[in-house]
């Protein structure tokens, strides 16, 4: 008696184990990442690092780098290390608070856009086309000069400013996926919209939320540090923007103090060159053009040489 032999079940990779370990083998991923995780670890642990008060008068003003002072003290006597270590955790928490309060705003307005269209989506649309027209800069200002400075003012601003483009992104995937018969099916089945929304279309969206994400944070530390650089937010803060509003006070550039000015700068370079790493690599995995055309390269880049002979092609004369 012939007995049919069961197929195996055959275990699926996860997907999302597939995704971190194929993020981890790209280089710009492995150095943005280790950038930003860099920068986390010193805020997390500022106060093993640089124990003490960053705002306390710690000697003589602007003492060069020396064995006492690793980066020297500012035009106040403040030790510039302290204050560049510290300003990492108010500088880190605007840019990751922005991003996420900017990124919720965005997910809501631009789904609800694109899934219910009609009046809804006019009415958004404008909205959403009424902030990305407003100039970002002089906006910031007039809302930091008016409302009361403090990490949850600034916060509040940057968000306010920054969701408008991501929102037209989000509206535009809604548009599409709204259309799949997966969307169809759970309608069929008397799913609520909300529902269909957040649990068929927005999975579907994790790799944009995500890329939004990565830039909302760069956007966020960016914005930030030109305000306190413009002098717009709590200036007693300790933060890599009010370090170079106060080495900017000193006349730093002019005397000569490097190191009050350029440490502060070249952390907030580094953490969004890290950010921008982390971004492009997660584009070039989850867009499929350019996936295949580094699939490509690869196998071009491994295939050994070989000599190729055209074969001639005779057209018949008429």
Do not use: C
Not at 28 to 54: D, E, K, R
Not at 80 to 94: E, H, I, M, P, Y
Not at 230 to 241: A, F, Q
């Amino acid at each position: 008696m012939n007995t049919v032999k069961q197929p195996a079940m055959v275990s699926k990779p996860k997907k999302r184990n597939s995704l971190l370990r194929t993020l981890f083998s790209n280089r710009m991923a492995v150095v943005g990442t280790g950038l930003v995780l860099l920068f986390i670890l010193i805020a997390a642990f500022a106060p093993l690092i640089a124990p003490g008060s960053p705002q306390k008068f710690a000697g003589k003003p602007n003492q060069s780098p020396s064995d006492k002072f690793l980066l020297g003290t500012n035009h106040l006597g403040k030790d510039v290390f302290k204050q560049l270590v510290w300003g990492a955790r108010n500088s880190l928490l605007v840019g990751f608070g922005t991003a996420f309060l900017s990124t919720l705003v965005a997910i809501l307005i631009g789904m609800t856009a694109g899934y219910f269209r009609g009046r809804v989506d006019d009415v958004l649309t404008l909205l959403m086309n009424l902030f990305l027209v407003i100039p970002g800069l002089p906006l910031l200002i007039v809302l930091s000069g008016y409302l009361k400075p403090g990490t949850t003012t600034v916060i509040f601003v940057l968000s306010l400013t920054g969701w408008a483009f991501a929102a037209r992104i989000m509206r535009s995937q809604t548009l599409m996926l709204r259309e799949k018969d997966f969307v169809a099916a759970a309608k069929v089945s008397g799913e609520s919209s909300f529902r269909i929304i957040f649990s068929e279309i927005l999975p579907n969206m994790t790799s944009i939320i995500v890329g939004n994400l990565i830039s909302g944070v760069g956007y966020g530390i960016g914005a930030a540090t030109a305000l306190s650089f413009l002098g717009l937010t709590d200036i007693s803060e300790v933060t890599w923007g009010t370090n170079l509003y106060w080495a900017q006070q000193g006349n730093a550039l002019l005397s000569g103090a490097w190191w009050t000015f350029i440490p502060s700068g070249l952390a907030v370079a580094l953490i969004i060159f890290g950010l921008s790493l982390i971004n492009y690599a997660m584009d070039e995995i989850t867009n499929p053009r350019l996936r295949a055309e580094k699939d490509l390269n690869d196998v071009l880049k491994h295939q050994p040489s070989q000599n190729v002979r055209a074969t001639p092609v005779l057209r018949r004369a008429h």
